[in-house]
């Protein structure tokens, strides 16, 4: 089964700082999606970032970029220029392409200080 | 454009109740998943639905249930409330096409005493 381990339950970066989140997974497919989401207080999650896992090039956007590492089973992403409004619970998750089970990481909750 | 709604915001209930919460989906999108948060854990996939039939189903057991109608807004039912049920529940819809992009809604939260 596939499994996504999110080893930084919490992390803090000075606002207009980098910081990067780490997620790791574990699955023997080789078609399959990557994501960062993004659960504010408000608690709805917002999607980040998206990869393909077909796709050798890193996903970009704005501020917000991936470190895929295919065979290390490695998606780190990095946030650049940190604002406070990053501040929030990141939760990285795998789906697989043949079925609708998306698994989700247990969450790294960001804190960006003024 | 509409995002996904969900009611109610917040639900107490007693063990061995039944509950149903309610789910519309995002305007053009024909596929609605449910997932459960418990407090301290990212979520876990209970069910998808796709043309009014349940179309992949997680870990969960059968007194978890729901229903898709025409309009492809979407109730998640449980039945015999246990105190382990006590989570967020969340919606999300997509389109058939693009499944793997998910818009979610603000959650359920659900209190079992």
């Known amino acids: 089964a596939q499994t996504v381990t999110q080893s930084q339950p919490e992390m803090s970066v000075q606002e207009a700082e980098t910081v990067t989140l780490s997620c790791t997974y574990d699955?023997?497919?080789?078609?399959?999606?990557l994501f960062w989401y993004k659960q504010p207080p408000s608690r709805q999650m917002i999607l980040v970032i998206r990869?393909?896992?077909?796709?050798?090039q890193n996903a970009t956007e704005n501020r917000f970029s991936v470190n895929f590492q295919k065979a290390a089973k490695s998606f780190s992403l990095k946030i650049s220029d940190s604002q406070l409004g990053d501040a929030a619970m990141y939760f990285c998750?795998?789906?697989?392409?043949?079925?609708?089970?998306?698994?989700f990481g247990a969450g790294t909750r960001l804190t960006v200080k003024p | 454009e509409t995002g996904v709604t969900q009611s109610p915001t917040h639900l107490i209930k007693t063990r061995g109740q039944q509950v149903t919460l309610r789910c519309s989906s995002q305007?053009?999108?024909?596929?609605v998943s449910w997932y459960q948060q418990a407090l301290g854990q990212g979520p876990q996939f209970i069910f998808q639905?796709?043309?009014?039939?349940?179309?992949g189903r997680g870990n969960f057991p059968p007194r978890f249930s729901g229903l898709q109608f025409p309009n492809y807004s979407s109730e998640l039912n449980v039945n015999a409330l246990e105190l382990d049920d006590s989570a967020l529940y969340l919606c999300?819809?997509?389109?058939?096409?693009?499944?793997?992009?998910?818009?979610f809604g603000s959650g359920t939260q659900l209190s079992v005493l």
């Open positions: 999300a819809s997509s389109s058939r096409d693009r499944v793997e992009k998910l818009f």
């Open positions: 699955t023997s497919e080789s078609d399959y999606y």
């Open positions: 990869q393909e896992a077909y796709k050798q």
């Open positions: 998750a795998y789906r697989s392409a043949r079925n609708n089970d998306m698994r």
């Open positions: 305007s053009g999108h024909n596929t």
């Open positions: 639905y796709y043309r009014e039939e349940e179309n």
